[in-house]
């Protein structure tokens, strides 16, 4: 079993609807808990980090922490075109999924 | 520039050759990660360094490669004898604190 697993994709979502990007861990002592944003050809950029069970909210963007459950979401509100990349889920020292591509379209 | 910098950004070798890649990390960062990306990947994670101390080694890493942070700045990551299988994007990243952590451009190995 992978230590993080997310689904691949692509999820294909219209501009403006909610994008929800999910990953599961397996580590139940991990503490840490971060999602990147990838361009294609780029770098990772962070875009939230959680570590308290339940929501954080930043701009359109919301991480959702469920221990118990041991997975971890990322709703993204008012989608744009401009936010179509990869998303990577990383936990603990930033042991990273796959990530799963999301693609916005007009 | 105060971003986090990698040298080269590009690097070709002839299979069986020794590579090594620098990282200098934003200043005053204490934490120092080494990651492999190929196409379709997330980054894998292959080290980690707290100041100078080599504190976690991917047991995915064979004996071929190495890390060091001397002095708790720089870091190198050298990969001896290399094989085609190491073409990759090398990224290293470095934070302050745990809820952080910034990646450079990343070096493109293309071994051949």
């Known amino acids: 079993q992978k230590e993080v697993e997310q689904n691949s994709g692509p999820l294909s979502v219209p501009e403006g609807a909610i994008a929800s990007l999910n990953c599961t861990y397996s580590?139940?002592?991990?503490?840490?808990f971060f999602w990147y944003r990838q361009y294609s050809g780029k770098s990772p950029e962070l875009i939230m980090f959680?570590?308290?069970?339940g929501d954080k909210e930043d701009g359109r963007f919301t991480a959702q922490l469920n221990k118990a459950s041991q997975y971890v979401s990322l709703l993204i509100r008012d989608s744009q075109p401009s936010d179509s990349a990869t998303y990577l889920c990383?936990?603990?020292?930033?042991?990273f999924g796959t990530g799963t591509r999301l693609q916005v379209f007009p | 520039d105060t971003g986090v910098s990698q040298d080269p950004r590009h690097k070709i070798t002839k299979r069986g050759q020794n590579v090594t890649f620098r990282c200098d990390p934003i200043?005053?960062?204490?934490?120092l990660y080494w990651y492999r990306q190929t196409l379709g990947q997330g980054p894998e994670f292959l080290t980690y360094?707290?100041?100078?101390?080599?504190?976690?080694k991917s047991r995915l890493l064979s004996d071929r490669f190495s890390a060091e942070r001397p002095k708790g700045s720089f870091s190198t990551l050298e990969i001896q004898r290399t094989e085609q299988g190491d073409s990759a994007m090398y990224l290293c990243?470095?934070?302050?604190?745990?809820?952080?952590?910034?990646f450079g451009q990343g070096t493109r190995l293309t071994v051949v």
């Open positions: 200043s005053e960062h204490n934490r």
């Open positions: 580590d139940r002592g991990s503490q840490s």
């Open positions: 360094f707290q100041n100078e101390a080599q504190l976690e």
């Open positions: 959680i570590y308290s069970n």
């Open positions: 990243a470095s934070s302050l604190s745990k809820s952080e952590a910034f």
């Open positions: 990383a936990v603990k020292w930033l042991i």
